[in-house]
């Protein structure tokens, strides 16, 4: 994808981001003790941090990855917002409140509650660096698609830069600037959501949308001679060459020193040629956008309709819609989609995306990403299932989530707080549809990220509005790693070196040791987030969410709601959930491709694995627990 960053957007950015960290040097004045750097001292208000959960919650998979899921495979996309939704259920009716009178700093705080074990503060304390981790990859991985237009630079460079600035927020005052900085781009998102919702409807939909970042890009068609089902003349073209790749007859042409590659379609018993975008990677290095050096920027943003109809008429626009009446047309009129195809070519790596004109009724539903209607197959659906597992139970299980509870005075604090979390979380995933959709059919899809539809389509509608939403989901994705790493320093500093480890450390010395865990957690997190560059952040998310309801929520709800749990049974499952997360997701067909292997090889086919490792790790701790009742030494009889 081709990228000019923009002075405006570039000024805008700088101001977010000196206010963010002028917020930090603010706070970092009255943060002296363990309570107020890794839980705000108990202090915040219950509005305040129910804004800052949305802010904490609506990371770069919401804004980025879900808008773009929708973009590129319509409802299907808009099921994860769903499914994270419904997941603040479980929190507000089971979680909540019992959490807040059981923790202090940490989520190992909550579990250890009624124990003096170190298998439990050992193992709790590494499945929050684990879960944590995981939840850091998709936010690092957004940082850098996000930066490459807004300033211009490399993906790995806004790697590093989201990761410099949150260590630097992190080490400076911890939880209250963290809060802050969540409750203010958490406002902020929900609001410019809705002002770009407005703007989609305004425009309404338009067969040939015109955009100063489009330019629209007219693919060439032309009507091929064959012979024997081969091409044999392509109008003026040269024919270069012709491979049959997943029930596609491809052909590559050159004129003029240019090669393009064509998708020979059968369209009404008549056989046309579809330009197709492509990139290829030479094998000596470099990259030609279709058929020539990048630097030309003939690889544009895409996405488009091919057929409206309003009113039971075909129309080239519709002019402005309501929200109800913008999904009815959509539902009835023709989205041209873009599908992936990779292949070699000698040995050149090539990648092209096709015309897949597919009905409006189709991107409506369900089906296009998840095979759980026509086409399903037992582990398509059995993959779907584990999916939502995750995404319902997960979000009660996410450290950085968990630990929210803490920053509130009381319990009725925290039963307010997830209310208003709700609301705001909820008006906001009502919104990702809009968006999704509005980048779909307004010609800004990037094929290269999906994760950039939302921006781009701000971009659409002008630099400003771009410049703003771009900035806001930069301090989405800061606020978002800030919780992340908080949850990961207590985990280090509190519960593995001050309680663990015995060392009994002053206040001034946790504090220390959170700052220096917050630099190592914050590199690594740099690291895993070049590695994964490209993957939809959803996806990655979803894998967070996996690894959390396995590891944590087991042992969440029996220590609150069956009093025969035992340190041995809690510790086990978060053990044998780690492990089982992992290990399905480290064999997983999507890792297996990160690998280099060819996805069809992989031990198994699911992808997302909490439909078996949520099951085990809770039935293993209701086995450890009842093997081992007499070791069950109880400090309070009942928790709830």
Request: aromatic residues 12%.
């Amino acid at each position: 994808m081709i990228y000019q960053p923009s002075l405006v957007a570039i000024i805008i950015f700088i101001i977010f981001v000196a206010f963010v960290l002028v917020l930090s040097f603010y706070f970092a004045r009255k943060t002296k003790s363990a309570s107020g750097f890794f839980a705000a001292g108990g202090t915040i208000n219950w509005g305040v941090n129910g804004i800052a959960f949305a802010g904490d919650y609506l990371s770069a998979a919401s804004f980025l990855g879900i808008c773009g899921m929708i973009a590129f495979s319509g409802y299907d996309g808009f099921l994860y917002s769903i499914g994270y939704l419904a997941g603040w259920i479980v929190a507000l009716f089971l979680v909540a409140e019992p959490l807040k009178r059981l923790g202090k700093y940490t989520f190992t705080d909550a579990l250890d509650a009624r124990f003096n074990s170190k298998a439990i503060q050992l193992t709790a304390a590494i499945s929050t660096l684990i879960v944590s981790m995981f939840y850091l990859i998709p936010q690092m991985v957004g940082a850098g698609a996000l930066v490459t237009p807004l300033l211009g630079l490399e993906h790995h460079w806004g790697v590093i830069l989201v990761g410099t600035i949150v260590i630097f927020i992190v080490a400076t005052a911890g939880m209250t600037s963290t809060t802050y900085v969540q409750f203010i781009k958490g406002a902020l998102l929900i609001i410019f959501s809705i002002v770009l919702s407005v703007y989609i409807f305004n425009n309404g939909l338009n067969l040939m949308p015109d955009n100063e970042l489009q330019k629209y890009h007219r693919f060439i068609a032309i009507t091929p001679t064959l012979e024997d089902g081969k091409v044999v003349k392509a109008g003026d073209y040269q024919i270069a060459n012709q491979l049959d790749i997943k029930g596609h007859h491809l052909v590559k042409l050159e004129k003029d020193g240019i090669y393009r590659w064509f998708n020979l379609v059968n369209e009404n018993n008549t056989h046309r040629m579809l330009e197709m975008l492509s990139i290829t990677n030479l094998a000596k290095g470099g990259k030609l956008y279709n058929g020539e050096p990048k630097e030309n920027a003939k690889f544009f943003q895409v996405g488009h309709l091919s057929k409206i109809i309003i009113n039971g008429k075909e129309v080239d626009k519709t002019g402005p819609l309501g929200p109800f009446k913008f999904l009815e047309a959509i539902e009835k009129s023709e989205i041209v989609r873009f599908t992936q195809l990779k292949f070699k070519e000698h040995e050149n790596k090539v990648t092209v995306w096709y015309q897949n004109k597919t009905a409006g009724s189709d991107i409506m539903k369900p089906g296009l990403k998840f095979k759980i209607g026509k086409d399903a197959t037992p582990m398509s659906k059995l993959n779907f299932i584990s999916l939502m597992v995750a995404l319902f139970l997960g979000t009660s299980a996410l450290p950085h989530i968990l630990i929210r509870y803490y920053t509130v005075p009381s319990q009725r604090d925290a039963r307010k707080s997830t209310i208003v979390a709700i609301g705001a979380i909820g008006m906001f995933y009502m919104l990702t549809m809009f968006m999704g959709l509005g980048a779909s059919i307004n010609g800004v899809l990037d094929m290269e990220s999906s994760n950039m539809s939302a921006p781009l389509l701000a971009k659409a509608f002008g630099i400003g509005l771009f410049s703003i939403i771009s900035a806001i989901a930069f301090a989405t994705i800061l606020g978002t790693v800030s919780g992340l790493i908080i949850a990961s320093t207590g985990a280090i500093a509190h519960d593995f070196i001050d309680i663990y480890l015995g060392k009994n450390l002053s206040e001034v010395n946790k504090v220390l040791s959170g700052k220096i865990a917050a630099f190592v957690v914050g590199i690594i997190a740099i690291i895993l987030g070049i590695s994964f560059k490209g993957m939809n952040v959803s996806f990655l998310v979803g894998w967070a969410f996996a690894v959390a309801a396995s590891a944590n929520l087991p042992a969440i709800l029996m220590l609150l709601f069956w009093k025969k749990t035992t340190a041995k049974g809690i510790a086990s499952s978060i053990v044998v959930g780690i492990v089982a997360a992992l290990g399905l997701i480290l064999t997983s067909p999507t890792m297996w491709g990160r690998y280099g292997l060819d996805p069809e090889t992989a031990f198994h086919k699911l992808d997302n694995p909490a439909i078996i490792s949520f099951p085990l790790a809770l039935l293993t701790l209701i086995v450890v627990s009842l093997a081992t009742q007499k070791e069950n030494h109880s400090k309070k009889e009942d928790v709830v």
